[in-house]
């Protein structure tokens, strides 16, 4: 007791001058976040103790208050911490140096002065932005004429001593441009008008031209989908059983495809994602933009489903490694764990669910798979490590975005909501299409009551057959009737529907609700009768089969209950969901897509320099924390950043900025130079190989077969070779991707930031033997001239005139292969594999062409992008 | 075979991998690409980081989930107490073990309850092998080999359902994604062993999506060039694009290849830096020799009627899955790395929730043949010094009865066994409880059985981490010293 106070004397001259705010900032702050906040803050709250703020310190733990401001040796947390009463603090940990705890008592002695904590779980948040990423991007000068692309990179070059490579051949340019905008390369007719035109400004029209096209938005919406992640419905297709993503989700990526081609700005499309259910409620067409969060649905477990959510939006919007402080606070950014949890709670109210289409009663065949928010009062809860099973109730957390970008909090406002959104099945054609579907059904009762009649004339002399036959029977008539029943019901329900949703309410709304009560119980009783029959049969002929009896037995008692439904009132049409949305997903929305927001244009950009240039300017791409990699061009990547959002986040403009840069017109041809051998500083453009799906799209336009059309349902993979659409419309899902695809490093549709280009036999396999490349070269070969063949066939699969060289090859390949073709006699052929779609010629120089064609599909250079 | 050596001196990583020889195949150029500026960070060069005692593995794996009380871990008290609440019994206290909530994350919370009512063994058992380890009557081959074999009773997992498939490749919770398997980190970390058959090989039929599917055997984020290369054992399809399609002549092709090399080799001396280049010409001269060599190792002609006798090929019950076994070790001879073999898939796992006694029989009747044949086989050939064979399930099954003649999926203990280059021969290691509950003594994780696997190929798991990809402790496992020789 005595200890304490005798050693504090000491020390007391020399701090009691300083200021007790000072003596707060300098010593006992550090001291706190040192040795108590790792249990007692916001976070933890063990005892029910929070140290962060001052309002916890002064209403202290569960035991009591903890500080007696002016009196140390009256305050919990001084005789703790000195070891003068128990339990002796910091628990089980290493007793505070003499000169920590008198710091301790000289500042509860001066009244404990507290500042809002920047030091939380550990995190010193007043430190945040010492990293670069987390300061706002400011527009630095640019000294000199031209792109301002080439000024920063020209400026890199030049302080190492670096020259720049000369500008590509036209035909090499024209191809890159072609492939990195729209995904294929261009045709023969537009490659000779690109090289017949004059015009100095024939490249920049180019641009124009190409970033027009609606395949812009076919290729790089693969690319941003790489990002989002997009993948269709997966779980078990073959049994229908949905376990991830959700059935038409491919809305979503038709939405980024239109979005891309109409430019939409990116701010916009972030809001549109995250939140389009609560910016335009009334908009089917934004609110499908939604199936961005719907592709993160799990059916077994809630928390995998928002882990994804929240750990996916951080990272592709955010570059932010937000995964990292699941379980405990971030190790290397200023991420307290909690935060991880607030930001959590911007999407825990949502669910999400298909709404009916136009014509489509069953949501299993169409529908908008969306988002919504089903409960806004569901609290969030931190969970200690991570683990769901021990989650903090102590406090709900509110939503808020990671306070290493300020602690204030977003404005949230509550979206009302038109009735269209939160009762879709009130729109008329949900009834209509209903009805559709009563028909559907009462045609296919019918039919089937032809074939129970058929069959039961077929058992005229076996009395058990006749039984049954006539039991089925006896069953249909009454289905039919219920069918039937069912159309006058679904009328009356959408009536009864309309009088409930009328303001002042109609006042027969009453008697219409009983009308559709008495026409539904008309089909159900109807419906139960059949039941009812087939289920007596059913137990009738279980006698003795103890299992198949219980399964009759329930199955009886669910009809005669059924019998009575409904007891009162009747069925809607639809789902009734909440009339308002919390607004908080919105808010997040804003807050990432706004220009305060440091990361997220930076975030972007890198993405899109990444995919024009071979390589980004910030390698770790999901990672812009401090331990990801700093920029190659610090201040090219922040002019781009501060240009695109002040140019109203505008996406064409952004590309036309890149691709009309001398930089990316250099050749790639050339040597490393040895001070730079992964070429990071662009003494020349990068050469790289074509993404899985610009490979087999660009075998089939430049054999002229690509089929144009754009948007849709999921095509079946397995079609992959016969079915000309791009690659984009395929289905692609974990578990179903098509092998060729799969084999050129298609994105993971779990994650993929970035696509890998590995070089694997597997791929040499699937061009050389693939059914669909065989069938095109057969089909390209056909079409062109005999005379002058070798040129052709070059022109239009590598975009170029054979080389000197390469025209005596492929001469004498021809020779040889013609020969070969004339005596076929004693080959050796494939017996086995898949027939072809399209046969090879007949005639033998006819196919030593198809040869020689199908060897260029297999040529480096088809599939390099120089 | 002689092993092809990997590049040991990458003077730059984006060139080694062309000057290499075939060791490309198991190394992404992308990969480099994307993470050429980690500066203290290198792709693995294909040499072990130790020297080895093995240099490839076959891995069986039971889907289903194989009783470990009528297998490899008889529990004869079960009979005792058959029909019995656990309750009644002096192992009530099993219940009560904190290893319950240790080993259980459940899939589906509620479902597959512990089942309480002691069910008997389903078969007899006696001592096996010459060093006389007791195992059931429906394994008397793999019984037989038990000299051979080092045997753990002790393993465990934390799924309650099939979800256990993926993490015993994985060593993750199903909930916790698609990571690399272990068949991927080995190819990863070694590489190629051959010139002209893909390095990381499944056969069987895999499990479905139920239960993670291809990523059973997938490479997670080590990029798709790490995953397992799946294999029809139908020597004429074995795999897609294997072959252009009837019709196309050998000789027609083969000069195709040839033009193909001439064209791209007149390119490369307009890229003479190219790597990306140098590969793909190699990778064609590897696809080329694939279309051959991979039907040729799944086709049997040359065997002796000896040798198929030893997989039970005469025999229709033993012959499906002796033609598997037989083609791992062909491939194995050949040089595949790492050969995953699923036993158990559409339909016919070993799942048996009921009528246990009726589902056992019939599959090890199937597989116990063939897999001792193997070891059999191996042996005689010299080669089970240099190959770790792994025989292993997605967990065991549950003491207590279900639907009255089955049992439950069980996660809290169960058997595997290993053999083969630089395991201890002959010994049992662990142990579960008395009536086959809990794993008690030395229990191991299934990322144990990896360490171990990686630990006898001569590789540092901690070695072959990523830049920005986060594993924990028990990712990494801890070899199982009992077994190692």
């Known amino acids: 007791m005595q200890a304490a106070p005798r050693i504090a004397a000491g020390i007391l001259a020399a701090v009691v001058l300083a200021p007790a705010a000072d003596l707060y900032r300098d010593r006992v702050q550090g001291i706190l976040a040192r040795n108590c906040l790792g249990c007692h803050s916001a976070g933890a709250r063990q005892g029910g103790l929070d140290l962060s703020t001052r309002e916890g310190l002064l209403r202290g733990s569960d035991h009591g208050p903890v500080v007696v401001p002016g009196n140390p040796e009256a305050s919990q947390l001084y005789k703790l911490a000195a070891h003068i009463a128990q339990p002796a603090m910091p628990l089980k940990g290493r007793k505070l140096a003499d000169s920590d705890i008198s710091a301790l008592g000289d500042w509860i002695r001066a009244g404990a002065p507290f500042e809002e904590a920047t030091i939380v779980e550990g995190v010193d948040l007043a430190k945040a932005g010492e990293h670069w990423a987390f300061r706002k991007p400011v527009r630095p000068a640019v000294t000199s004429p031209g792109n301002p692309v080439d000024h920063f990179i020209q400026q890199a070059r030049e302080r190492r001593g670096l020259a720049r490579a000369p500008e590509a051949d036209p035909r090499t340019l024209l191809r890159r441009l072609y492939v990195d905008l729209t995904g294929v390369p261009p045709t023969t007719a537009e490659m000779a008008a690109y090289l017949g035109n004059r015009s100095p400004r024939a490249y920049e029209q180019k641009v124009e031209e190409l970033l027009a096209s609606p395949r812009y938005g076919e290729r790089w919406g693969r690319h941003w989908l790489d990002v989002w992640r997009y993948s269709d419905w997966y779980g078990r297709r073959q049994s229908k059983e949905v376990r991830f993503s959700q059935p038409h989700v491919w809305r979503w990526r038709d939405w980024t495809i239109e979005s891309l081609n109409a430019n939409k700005p990116y701010n916009r499309m972030i809001v549109e994602m995250l939140a389009g259910d609560e910016v335009a409620p009334g908009d089917p067409s934004t609110v499908r933009a939604t199936g961005y969060l719907v592709r993160s649905w799990y059916k077994f477990n809630r928390n995998v489903w928002l882990n994804d959510t929240v750990e996916y939006t951080a990272a592709s919007f955010l570059g932010l490694t937000l995964k990292c402080a699941r379980c405990h606070t971030h190790k290397y950014d200023p991420i307290p764990h909690s935060d991880y949890y607030r930001f959590r709670a911007f999407f825990e109210p949502h669910d999400i669910r298909i709404d009916r289409v136009e014509g489509q009663a069953d949501t299993f065949k169409d529908g908008v798979a969306r988002v919504y928010d089903a409960d806004g009062a569901k609290p969030t809860y931190r969970f200690f490590r991570g683990n769901e099973n021990t989650p903090d109730t102590s406090v709900a957390l509110q939503p808020a975005p990671p306070s290493l970008f300020g602690r204030g909090a977003l404005a949230i406002t509550p979206v009302k909501l038109p009735l269209a959104a939160y009762f879709p099945d009130s729109r008329p054609f949900t009834a209509a299409a209903l009805i559709v579907q009563a028909r559907d059904e009462i045609a296919n009762i019918e039919r089937e009551m032809v074939k129970l009649r058929d069959a039961e004339k077929a058992a005229a002399t076996d009395a058990a057959k006749l039984k049954k036959a006539r039991i089925d029977l006896a069953a249909a008539e009454k289905r039919l009737g219920a069918a039937q029943a069912s159309i006058p019901a679904i009328e009356k329900r959408a009536r009864a529907d309309a009088a409930t949703l009328m303001t002042p309410p109609d006042p027969n709304a009453e008697q219409l609700a009983e009308a559709a009560r008495a026409a539904e119980r008309k089909a159900n009783v109807l419906r139960a009768e059949a039941s009812l029959m087939l289920g007596q049969f059913d137990f009738d002929q279980a006698q003795g089969d103890e299992k198949k009896l219980a399964a009759a037995t329930r199955r009886l008692e669910a009809a005669v209950a059924a019998l009575n439904e409904p007891k009162e009132g009747y069925t809607p049409l639809g789902q009734k969901y909440p009339p308002s949305s919390t607004g908080r997903r919105l808010a997040l929305a804003q807050w990432i897509a706004s220009q305060d927001n440091p990361l997220t244009a930076r975030v972007a950009v890198n993405h899109m320099w990444m995919r024009h240039f071979g390589r980004p300017l910030v390698s770790t791409v999901f990672n812009f924390g401090r331990s990801g990699k700093p920029a190659s061009h610090p201040e090219l990547l922040d002019w781009l950043a501060v240009e695109f959002m002040e140019s109203g986040w505008d996406m064409k403009a952004l590309h036309r900025r890149m691709v009309t840069s001398q930089t990316y017109r250099m050749t790639s041809a050339g040597q490393p130079h040895p001070s730079d051998p992964d070429n990071v500083y662009y003494t020349r453009m990068n050469s790289r190989r074509m993404e899985a799906e610009a490979v087999r799209d660009s075998l089939l336009a430049v054999a002229g077969k690509l089929d144009p059309t754009m948007g849709g349902p999921e095509i079946d993979r397995e079609k992959g070779h016969e079915v000309h659409r791009r690659s984009i419309y395929f289905l692609h899902a974990p578990e179903y991707q098509m092998d060729m695809l799969e084999a050129f490093d298609a994105a993971s549709p779990v994650e993929c930031f970035q696509r890998n280009e590995s070089i694997v036999p597997q791929q040499a396999l699937a061009l050389a033997n693939g059914r669909l490349g065989l069938a095109l070269a057969r089909t390209l070969a056909a079409e062109l001239p005999a005379s002058g063949f070798i040129a052709a066939a070059f022109e239009r699969v590598l975009g170029r005139p054979p080389s000197a060289a390469e025209q005596t090859a492929s001469e004498e390949f021809l020779r040889d292969q013609t020969t070969l073709h004339r005596d076929p006699a004693g080959l050796e052929v494939y017996k086995t594999g898949q027939e072809p779609a399209v046969k090879p010629a007949t005639d033998p120089s006819a196919r030593a062409r198809e040869n020689l064609v199908h060897v260029l599909f297999n040529h480096n250079e088809f599939v390099t992008v120089r | ?485």
Not at chain 2, 21 to 41: D, I, S
Not at chain 2, 162 to 169: C, E, S
Not at chain 2, 333 to 362: P, S, T
Not at chain 2, 377 to 389: F, H, N, P, W
Request: contains cysteine.
């Open chain 2, 1 to 485: 075979m002689a092993q092809t050596p990997l590049c040991s001196d990458h003077r730059s990583r984006r060139i080694f991998l062309a000057d290499c020889g075939l060791g490309f195949t198991g190394l992404a150029l992308g990969a480099m690409n994307a993470r050429a500026q980690e500066a203290a960070w290198a792709p693995p060069t294909g040499n072990p980081h130790r020297a080895p005692k093995a240099k490839r593995v076959i891995w069986l794996f039971m889907l289903g989930g194989v009783s470990h009380v009528e297998s490899f871990d008889p529990k004869p008290v079960l009979n005792r107490f058959a029909g019995k609440q656990l309750s009644e019994t002096p192992h009530a206290g099993i219940l009560e073990s904190p290893l319950i909530r240790e080993n259980l994350k459940a899939f589906v919370p509620g479902q597959h309850q512990i089942k309480l009512t002691l069910y008997p063994m389903q078969t007899g058992h006696r001592k096996r092998g010459a060093n006389g380890v007791e195992v059931s009557d429906w394994f008397p081959h793999i019984g037989g080999m038990m000299q051979e074999i080092a045997l753990v009773r002790s393993a465990w997992t934390t799924d309650n359902d099939h979800g256990a498939i993926l993490q015993f490749h994985t060593g993750r919770h199903i909930f916790d994604g698609y990571l690399p398997t272990i068949g991927s980190w080995v190819h990863y970390g070694l590489g190629s062993l051959n010139e002209n058959l893909p390095s990381f090989v499944v056969l069987g039929q895999p499990p479905g999506d139920c239960c993670g599917g291809v990523g059973t055997h997938g490479s997670g984020y080590l990029g798709p060039e790490h995953n397992g290369v799946y294999l029809e054992a139908n020597p004429d399809a074995p795999l897609p694009f294997v072959s252009p399609g009837p019709g196309v002549y050998l000789e027609e092709q083969r000069r195709e290849f040839a033009f193909l090399e001439r064209l791209n080799r007149l390119t490369a001396v307009e890229y003479p830096a190219d790597a990306a280049l140098r590969a793909r010409i190699k990778s064609y001269e590897l696809a080329f020799r694939m279309q051959t060599a991979v039907p040729d190792a799944l086709r049997f002609k040359e065997e002796s009627a000896e040798t198929r006798g030893l997989y039970g090929l005469d025999h229709d019950v033993t012959r499906p899955f002796g033609e598997v076994c037989l083609a791992a070790r062909r491939l194995s001879e050949r040089g595949v790395r790492f050969v995953q073999i699923y036993h158990g898939g559409a339909g016919n796992a070993w799942d048996a929730h009921k009528d246990l006694r009726k589902n056992h029989a019939e599959l090890a009747a199937k597989v116990d043949q063939p897999v001792a044949g193997l070891l059999k086989d191996l042996k005689q050939r010299g080669l089970l010094d240099e190959t770790i064979v792994v025989w292993a399930t997605e967990f065991g099954r549950t003491p207590g009865a279900e639907n009255s003649n089955g049992r439950d999926h069980h996660p809290f203990g169960f058997s595997i066994w290993m053999a083969g280059g630089g395991i201890k021969p002959g010994v049992v290691h662990g142990a579960t409880d008395e009536i086959g509950f809990h794993a008690v003594e030395n229990r191991h994780y299934v990322t144990d059985i990896h360490a171990t696997v990686l630990h006898l190929l001569g590789l540092d798991p901690k070695k072959l981490d990523i830049p920005g990809r986060k594993r924990l402790e028990i990712d990494y496992g801890k070899p199982i010293q009992g077994i190692i020789a």
